[in-house]
């Protein structure tokens, strides 16, 4: 028997408690089974754009994030099938299993989901929850399956994060106790995005 799904996919690097309240936002509001972070291996739109965290440091984070909280898990699908990281085929993976999959996606990403690898394809297999997001207005998505989800404000972004770490600015509000140590005990450095 297939379950509802949620997918929430990313390159989470680093990921942050904004991520963790959209995922069960998102779970609730949907009524879904399980939703998962899904962590990419290598993120195509921004490879080459930006030194990214390594894949096993961002899953390892990701669990962390996630390992107190109920039907939110960390996936390492991406990571696992190794090269790009294309949400489609981690669709069609769940897809095959029987799952009902809903795309968990900011406002901020939605307006370009058709700019992702075999988006038409993508359209046909899930539905799109849209979660607000501070600044973003929700694109009208013409053929796709969408939903608005309203989200309590988190102005937190991991690129925010990533420029303030660079520039040695305290953040720990916006991560949790375990990514905090894990960030420390791994000496994980960011360079700013504005580079």
Not at 50 to 65: S, W
Not at 98 to 122: C, K, M, N, S, Y
Request: charged share 25%.
């Amino acid at each position: 028997m297939g379950r509802r799904i949620g997918l929430f996919g990313g390159t989470f690097d680093p990921p942050h408690l904004g991520h963790l309240a959209a995922a069960v936002t998102a779970k609730e509001a949907l009524d879904l089974d399980e939703v998962l972070l899904v962590v990419a291996h290598d993120p195509w739109q921004k490879s080459g754009q930006r030194l990214i965290t390594g894949a096993q440091h961002r899953l390892a984070m990701t669990e962390l994030l996630v390992e107190d909280t109920d039907g939110i898990e960390a996936s390492d699908a991406e990571i696992l099938r190794g090269g790009e990281s294309y949400m489609i085929d981690t669709a069609n993976d769940m897809c095959r299993q029987g799952h009902e999959i809903t795309l968990i996606v900011g406002a901020d990403v939605a307006g370009g989901l058709e700019t992702w690898e075999r988006w038409d394809q993508l359209r046909q297999l899930v539905r799109v929850a849209v979660l607000d997001r501070p600044g973003y207005v929700s694109p009208s998505l013409d053929g796709w399956l969408m939903e608005r989800v309203s989200v309590e404000p988190k102005n937190i972004s991991s690129s925010e994060l990533r420029d303030q770490m660079s520039e040695g600015a305290s953040i720990y509000d916006s991560l949790s106790a375990s990514v905090r140590s894990y960030i420390d005990d791994h000496q994980l450095v960011w360079e700013s995005d504005n580079n």
